[in-house]
């Protein structure tokens, strides 16, 4: 089992930027691939953004492509969001996800372990 913290949130004016970092314990990081997710007031989870266990592969949602960066450090055992030119759409409690297996994914019914999400507020 692996163990999931998120952190970086917070109330930005819309076009500014955030950084969220999720850290992982409990078990071989370097060997999952992440994905982040986020919720809005009313809606499902979505997905955002996914990457690879090495990193060598990223996959985004439309709406943020071009202004979001998923990236990984195995070394620290975390993996960021870095999110540019924010929107008010974009407002939403932010959770990185852990898969226990070896491919890529969007479908977050394939996720294996969740953190308890950090809040984005986008002000216009």
């Known amino acids: 089992q692996v163990r999931l913290v998120e952190s970086g949130g917070g109330l930005v004016q819309a076009g500014g930027s955030l950084r969220l970092s999720c850290t992982a314990s409990?078990?071989?990081?370097?060997?999952?691939?992440m994905g982040w997710f986020r919720q809005a007031p009313g809606k499902e989870r979505e997905f955002v953004a996914a990457i690879s266990w090495s990193g060598d592969t990223t996959a985004y949602t439309d709406s943020v492509k071009g202004r979001f960066t998923i990236s990984r450090d195995n070394a620290e055992n975390t993996v960021f969001l870095q999110m540019n030119s924010l929107i008010p759409d974009d407002t939403a409690i932010y959770y990185c996800a852990a898969r226990y297996g070896s491919l890529l994914t969007r479908d977050r019914f394939r996720y294996d372990s969740w953190g308890q999400g950090t809040p984005v507020t986008v002000s216009s």
């Open positions: 409990g078990r071989t990081f370097s060997s999952l691939p």
